[in-house]
């Protein structure tokens, strides 16, 4: 998204802006072995000045996942009084419950505290398609408050083609630091996990940054005081996931934004729904295919059932 249109609508959620920032939703891990769906999905009631993207914030959901969650709403001035639906069912990633994971499809960061038995979950923003996050497993390897931010060239010579001159270096703990007060390095080298301004905070949960990882203000103060140096930090790429709650068999399923992507992203067939459960589909029985085909082509991220075991 060019930065002239960020900021246009950055003005606009400000000017409109209500929101009362929550912490992050701390789900209980399932009980039963096996079982992966975490979460609930709610609804709220639209207030008068409020627009959808305070309400993400205020119930610590994406600006993606609560547009796409409420297909045809105002993002700016729903209507007063209007069902806003609260998407916050989620199937957590494959692999390891451990440390921080990442799953770059949903906009979503797991942290899976030692010994809890929880999980806390925040929306993201990552790199957009030109300056994507990459993929792979790394730690974090250092913590900073109120970092300076020191421009790339390559994102000030960005900037400069737009008409933005930036400084060669903004002070931490400025108004206009687009890494805001906290900050965690990463093993790979130029990332970070980090806060932003207020300015930018309405576009978390969407691909704007440059490869870092964004989070709302009020989830990296919390991320950062939980998360010690060392922590294992694994970043992945689920568009689509599968997962148990008591008995019943959940699909989740991202879908691209960009086109391209969209169209080479594959709907499950039984064969890829066994692998992702690790069993034949025959064994659980009873999976609605056209439910499946429903899923995918509404790609919202919402986990709906498709089956049980028999």
């Not at 007063?80 to 799953?103: C, D, E, K, M, T």
Request: proline share 8%.
């Amino acid at each position: 998204m060019a930065d002239w249109l960020c900021s246009l609508l950055a003005a606009l959620w400000l000017c409109a802006s209500q929101a009362t920032p929550a912490s992050a939703e701390e789900l209980f891990l399932p009980e039963q072995p096996g079982d992966s769906v975490v979460g609930a999905v709610g609804y709220t009631t639209a207030r008068r000045g409020q627009s959808l993207l305070d309400i993400a914030r205020t119930f610590d959901l994406g600006h993606d996942q609560i547009i796409s969650a409420n297909p045809g709403m105002s993002r700016w001035v729903p209507p007063v009084g209007a069902a806003i639906r609260l998407p916050a069912r989620y199937v957590l990633p494959a692999g390891a419950r451990s440390g921080i994971v990442l799953n770059l499809a949903e906009l979503r960061l797991y942290y899976f505290p030692p010994r809890s038995g929880t999980v806390l979950t925040y929306p993201v923003s990552i790199g957009n398609v030109d300056w994507r996050t990459p993929l792979g497993t790394t730690r974090i390897t250092g913590k900073e408050v109120d970092p300076a931010w020191y421009p790339p060239a390559s994102i000030r010579a960005e900037h400069l083609e737009e008409g933005d001159e930036l400084p060669q270096m903004i002070p931490g703990g400025a108004e206009d630091n687009p890494l805001g007060h906290y900050a965690m390095r990463l093993g790979i080298k130029g990332y970070l996990i980090h806060g932003t301004d207020e300015r930018r905070s309405y576009g978390i949960g969407m691909r704007v940054s440059h490869g870092c990882i964004r989070l709302y203000p009020e989830d990296i103060e919390e991320l950062y005081e939980a998360v010690p140096v060392g922590t294992t930090v694994r970043i992945v790429d689920q568009p689509i996931k599968v997962g148990w709650r008591d008995d019943e068999l959940y699909l989740e399923v991202h879908r691209p934004y960009e086109e391209e992507e969209r169209a080479a992203l594959a709907e499950p067939s039984p064969e890829a729904l066994a692998h992702l459960i690790n069993g034949s589909v025959g064994e659980y029985g009873g999976i609605d295919m056209a439910r499946v085909h429903e899923i995918f082509l509404k790609g919202d991220g919402i986990p709906e059932p498709i089956g049980e075991k028999r």
